[in-house]
Antibody, heavy 121, light 107 residues
Framework: VQLQESGPRLVKPSQTLSLTCTVS??????????WSWVRQAPGKGLEWIGY???????SYNPSLESRVILTLDKSKKQLSLDLRFVTATDTAVYYC??????????????WGQGTLVTVSS | SYVLSQPPSVSAAPGQTARITCSGD??????VHWYQRRPGQAPLLVIY???EWPSGIPERFSGSNSGNTATLTIRRVEVVDEAEYYC???????????FGGGTKLTV
């Protein structure tokens, strides 16, 4: 399975950051996995954004929950991220990753290459 | 929510052993996963479920977990191992993953 992020690299403050993750080499219909976004701001650590399960159930980081929406299109094999009302603090490398759903196998693997999104006017 | 603490930096000479710790309340009762992030590259899972190896990861990498500390051990450290390392667990109380703050390994 391979994941590839795509979307605008520059977003203006207060606008919506929209990214797509396309999956190849495997199915998104395996119920052992959910699909997730993680970001890393410059000089910071990894921050989990949210995940969407195979059934479409979503779960978000409480710090971002009011601004984020994840959707899954299994027929297109795509995961989408919309982050609204962005500010400079949302500048980061955004990664999509497959997430195991069955404890203790709740690891992220594999990851996409990541895409740097800059929020600036 | 559950908090994981890692030292900001660790250093080791080539050929030596590097140990990176991840501390959390009774972390020994949780399953710990470790990721390597080389500069400019995506994170890579190097250990899952405390001590299991994903396919393709050399056995120089090993993990342990007990009490309040999980440890990633890298034996015979190489220059290519220079990277950031992150631990991660699942916080079942809120059904969310949690990452440690990351440790920069300098070789």
């Amino acid at each position: 399975v391979q994941l590839q992020e795509s979307g605008p690299r520059l977003v203006k403050p207060s606008q919506t950051l929209s990214l797509t993750c396309t999956v190849s080499g495997g199915s998104m219909r395996n119920e052992d996995y959910s699909w997730s976004w993680v970001r890393q701001a410059p000089g910071k650590g990894l921050e989990w954004i949210g995940y969407v399960s195979n059934s479409g159930r979503t779960s978000y980081n409480p710090s971002l929950e009011s601004r984020v929406i994840l959707t899954l299109d299994k027929s297109k094999k795509q995961l989408s991220l919309d982050l609204r009302f962005v500010t400079a603090t949302d500048t980061a490398v955004y990664y999509c990753a497959r997430l195991g759903v069955s404890y203790p196998l709740n690891q992220f693997d594999p990851w996409g290459q990541g895409t740097l999104v800059t929020v600036s006017s | 929510s559950y908090v994981l603490s890692q030292p900001p930096s660790v250093s080791a000479a080539p050929g030596q052993t590097a140990r990176i710790t991840c501390s959390g309340d009774n972390i020994g009762s949780k399953s710990v996963h470790w990721y390597q992030r080389r500069p400019g590259q995506a994170p890579l899972l190097v250990i899952y479920d405390d001590s299991e190896w994903p396919s393709g990861i050399p056995e120089r990498f090993s993990g342990s977990n007990s009490g309040n500390t999980a440890t990633l051990t890298i034996r015979r450290v190489e220059v290519v191992d220079e990277a950031e390392y992150y631990c991660q667990v699942w916080d079942s109380s809120i059904d969310h993953p949690v990452f440690g703050g990351g440790t920069k390994l300098t070789v």
